[in-house]
């Protein structure tokens, strides 16, 4: 088999299909390769939250966990680095969160499929012991506020039990604000589906090795034999971007880590109200089951031979956690037990995407490392990443966050 197409992108998943859809629209076609399927990985495993962009940097920018899973310091020094941080690449959270109401609406009519798509408050919950030494709600909306978190608000502890009235005590209240929420593999499937329609393909198979002439990349070479051509080849292979980064000669830095969840279903619906607290999150979701999951610096755990199994052992501290915040969950019935592999920077700050051309191939692109947050950044990072090829310039509104991301910068 040779097939041709103006595009080829490695990897199936949320970023990789919302690259093929965007440059779809612009008149460009695509063939994606996966050695799986479609959202086969983490992008259908995913939690699928667009959160409020203003609490995104703020959480990774405050929070003070300890862990030595991902440095010998607090989880906000391993995320951040003098003169880096999240702010750098905020705005591919920002303009996702912003673009999705509609985008959901596109997906549909393009793709066929609804994407379970709705706008939900996220809660931080706040001990007493917690206000107290804060100060008060003014206090711990302080740094919502102060990176521009004009939606937060604080919710106390009498309107939250309404909702949920088996809400453990020692809760007094929250910081409260916007986040968007998607059924992951229907949200990667119909991306899929919208690309098809626009002159994407998709090809079963294992990439191997690259064609090239001078520094030019002609096309790939399948472990079938088969050889597929294109003017231009992405990378969006998540935690196996240093290996196929490698096969070109400019091998990208990337940690593969394991990150985990629980699917479960309530014998009665919960309130479509996420609520957090430590490292424990309780995510309902539209269809009425919910994700139970903890979300720490010690939560990634380093899994550099891609060993995917599940952890007995987490699944219980998320069992007990979770049920520690609001005992109604005891009454869970647990449908999933699931995970996958992530792709992370190799040094601080870890979640910080890699994106651009490969400044050795004219035709080379690349776009991983979004750790756990491919799903909720593909919007944008598809819709830059398909401006940046078709035109073969950085666009002008994410110059300088282009410049921050590119393979081989002087801080990637």
């Given at each position: 088999?040779?097939?041709?197409?103006?595009?080829?992108?490695?990897?199936?998943?949320?970023?990789?299909?919302?690259?093929?859809?965007?440059?779809?629209?612009?008149?460009?076609?695509?063939?994606?390769?996966?050695?799986?399927?479609?959202?086969?990985?983490?992008?259908?495993?995913?939690?699928?939250?667009?959160?409020?962009?203003?609490?995104i940097f703020a959480y990774e920018t405050c929070v003070t966990t300890p862990s030595e899973a991902l440095g010998s310091g607090p989880l906000d020094t391993a995320l951040t680095v003098p003169g880096e941080s999240v702010g750098h690449w905020l705005q591919l959270h920002s303009a996702s969160y912003d673009r999705m109401p509609e985008f959901a609406i596109e997906l549909q009519e393009r793709g066929g499929i609804d994407i379970e798509y709705c706008e939900t408050p996220s809660t931080n919950l706040v001990t007493q012991r917690e206000f107290e030494e804060a100060g008060g709600p003014?206090?711990?909306?302080?740094?919502?506020?102060?990176?521009?978190?004009?939606?937060?608000?604080?919710?106390?502890?009498?309107?939250?039990?309404?909702?949920?009235?088996?809400?453990?005590?020692?809760?007094?209240?929250?910081?409260?604000?916007?986040?968007?929420?998607?059924?992951?593999?229907?949200?990667?499937?119909?991306?899929?589906?919208?690309?098809?329609?626009?002159?994407?393909?998709?090809?079963?198979?294992?990439?191997?090795?690259?064609?090239?002439?001078?520094?030019?990349?002609?096309?790939?070479?399948?472990?079938?034999?088969?050889?597929?051509?294109?003017?231009?080849?992405?990378?969006?292979?998540?935690?196996?971007?240093?290996?196929?980064?490698?096969?070109?000669?400019?091998?990208?830095?990337?940690?593969?880590?394991?990150?985990?969840?629980?699917?479960?279903?309530?014998?009665?619906?919960?309130?479509?109200?996420?609520?957090?607290?430590?490292?424990?999150?309780?995510?309902?979701?539209?269809?009425?089951?919910?994700?139970?999951?903890?979300?720490?610096?010690?939560?990634?755990?380093?899994?550099?031979?891609?060993?995917?199994?599940?952890?007995?052992?987490?699944?219980?501290?998320?069992?007990?956690?979770?049920?520690?915040?609001?005992?109604?969950?005891?009454?869970?019935?647990?449908?999933?037990?699931?995970?996958?592999?992530?792709?992370?920077?190799?040094?601080?700050?870890?979640?910080?995407?890699?994106?651009?051309?490969?400044?050795?191939?004219?035709?080379?692109?690349?776009?991983?490392?979004?750790?756990?947050?491919?799903?909720?950044?593909?919007?944008?990072?598809?819709?830059?990443?398909?401006?940046?090829?078709?035109?073969?310039?950085?666009?002008?509104?994410?110059?300088?966050?282009?410049?921050?991301?590119?393979?081989?910068?002087?801080?990637?």
């Amino acid at each position: 088999m040779s097939t041709r197409k103006d595009v080829i992108i490695v990897g199936a998943g949320a970023i990789g299909c919302s690259i093929a859809y965007h440059l779809g629209r612009r008149g460009i076609s695509t063939c994606i390769v996966d050695r799986e399927s479609i959202a086969v990985r983490a992008s259908g495993k995913a939690w699928a939250v667009f959160t409020y962009a203003p609490a995104i940097f703020a959480y990774e920018t405050c929070v003070t966990t300890p862990s030595e899973a991902l440095g010998s310091g607090p989880l906000d020094t391993a995320l951040t680095v003098p003169g880096e941080s999240v702010g750098h690449w905020l705005q591919l959270h920002s303009a996702s969160y912003d673009r999705m109401p509609e985008f959901a609406i596109e997906l549909q009519e393009r793709g066929g499929i609804d994407i379970e798509y709705c706008e939900t408050p996220s809660t931080n919950l706040v001990t007493q012991r917690e206000f107290e030494e804060a100060g008060g709600p003014q206090e711990l909306l302080r740094p919502f506020q102060s990176v521009g978190g004009v939606e937060c608000d604080w919710i106390d502890s009498d309107a939250l039990r309404e909702q949920f009235p088996s809400l453990n005590a020692e809760y007094v209240g929250g910081v409260t604000y916007p986040a968007g929420q998607v059924e992951p593999y229907k949200f990667t499937l119909a991306l899929a589906q919208a690309a098809e329609k626009l002159d994407a393909e998709f090809v079963r198979g294992e990439v191997v090795a690259f064609a090239t002439e001078g520094d030019k990349i002609t096309g790939v070479q399948l472990a079938s034999g088969n050889e597929l051509h294109a003017d231009a080849v992405v990378l969006a292979m998540g935690p196996w971007v240093g290996e196929g980064s490698a096969l070109l000669g400019c091998e990208v830095g990337c940690r593969p880590v394991f990150t985990e969840c629980l699917r479960a279903k309530m014998p009665t619906e919960l309130p479509l109200h996420t609520l957090g607290a430590g490292t424990f999150w309780i995510l309902p979701k539209k269809n009425g089951e919910v994700i139970l999951a903890t979300y720490g610096a010690a939560d990634f755990i380093d899994r550099p031979n891609f060993d995917a199994s599940l952890s007995e052992e987490v699944k219980l501290e998320v069992v007990q956690g979770v049920a520690h915040i609001l005992p109604a969950l005891e009454d869970a019935t647990i449908i999933e037990h699931r995970g996958d592999l992530l792709a992370m920077a190799p040094t601080p700050p870890y979640q910080k995407p890699v994106m651009g051309r490969f400044p050795q191939w004219q035709n080379g692109y690349i776009a991983s490392r979004f750790g756990g947050d491919g799903v909720c950044m593909s919007p944008a990072a598809g819709e830059l990443m398909a401006e940046l090829i078709d035109t073969g310039k950085a666009p002008l509104r994410a110059r300088r966050m282009f410049d921050r991301l590119a393979p081989g910068s002087s801080s990637e």
